[in-house]
């Protein structure tokens, strides 16, 4: 067998075997396949697919690639995953609560890459806060405490990190198969039996139509069915940005706002409600998604989500006086109002041109090696649906260069008809 010969398959639309899929991901995770070669065989796969038999096979490879956990020990753990958006800080609303109905939180979580934000990053704007705790802290932080979130410090699912930065490099990430080994073996590695997934499905998501996002969902389920691995996908809208912030400090005062019940956007509550009743489902908690949803809003509003929240912020090292008072976080050198162009409805808030331009102001990274400015980003006042007056403040620009604020000022970035 030769990596020339498994291109040339897929490149004339062939099927790989099982023994190809794995002698690629040996190879390529030991660096005796080239980047070069690697890329070629990728774009063959983005462009001519593979089938579901293809799809779990390379799954498979990826997962066993670099150590996986076992996490029996520490009870049913329920993991939550979602495949990226704009403004989503889901992931830090939703486990603290569910940390907080008594499922233990055993969470591994990624950096932000393209328009997409990170977990890791928007906890790592909550200063002192330890993301690269090792893996006993970890077990022991959730046998103690039942939550810990850090990142993908360990030797999981090695062949992904390689193949997912590659596919960055080569306009070759929206692709069915690849997301779906790419969410699956992290998601094996990382030891929970039981996961729910958020497929986002819109401008700001990677599959732009229900469709596709349907296809992603089918594929991951019957991956994680042959891996013995209970898995729920849910399909959520990422059509605008979710809730008001994007941009990571701005996410995380958001997040804690939420979690102080201070206000709650609607598209922030249907997401929580509908993982979450799932991830409850799925660790036998409740028996009926109903009383589920009940359950994650009750845990929100007697406070005891919030105190979960402090207490896997204090215990991971970070300063919880920034939680309690989220006017310490530092902001950005402008705060600059966005004004509505003229009176009428909100249509569109496109998230992916969000996105972007958060990126632009400095929150989001196009290298993985690049650092971020955790203070830019947006605050909006206004959803898509709201009428509007000229002249109104439909939201903020959060920049350190006047400049950059300037020149997104120009942009008709609310549409309104
Ligand atoms: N999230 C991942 O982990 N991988 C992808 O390919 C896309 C989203």
Known sequence: MNIQEIIAKKRDKLELSKEEIEYFINGYTKGEITDYQASALVMAIYINGMNDRETTDLTLAMAYSGDVLDLSSLGEVVDKHSTGGVGDKITLVLMPVIASLGIPVAKMSGRGLGFTGGTIDKLESIPGYNTSISIDVFMENVKKHGISLMGQTLNLAPADKKIYA??????????????????????IAAGANKIVIDVTCGSGAFMKTREDAEKLANIMTS????????????????????????????????????????????????????LGANMLLLAGKISNIEDGKNLIIENIKNGKAYSKFLELISNQGGDISYIEDTDKFERAKYIVPIKASKSGKIISLDALNIGKLS?????????????????????????????????????????????????ILKQEIFVIE
């Not at 590659?166 to 998601?187: Q, V, Y």
């Not at 008001?244 to 201070?262: Q, R, S």
């Open 166 to 187: 590659l596919r960055d490099t080569i306009a070759c990430t929206e692709s069915i198969p690849l997301i779906a080994s790419s969410i699956m073996s992290k998601k």
């Open 223 to 274: 991956i994680g069915r042959l891996a013995n691995k209970e898995t729920v996908c849910i399909i959520t809208p990422m059509d605008e940005p979710v809730g008001y912030a994007v941009g990571n400090t701005l996410e995380v005062i958001e997040a804690v706002d939420i979690l102080k019940n201070k206000y709650m956007p609607e598209d922030v509550k249907n997401i929580i409600e509908e």
């Open 359 to 407: 990126c632009y102001l400095g929150a989001g990274r196009e290298k993985k090696e690049d650092s971020i400015n955790p203070r830019v980003g947006f605050v909006f006042t206004k959803k898509v649906g709201s009428l509007v007056t000229e002249g109104e403040v439909l939201g903020y620009i959060h920049a350190d260069d006047e400049q950059k604020a300037n020149e």
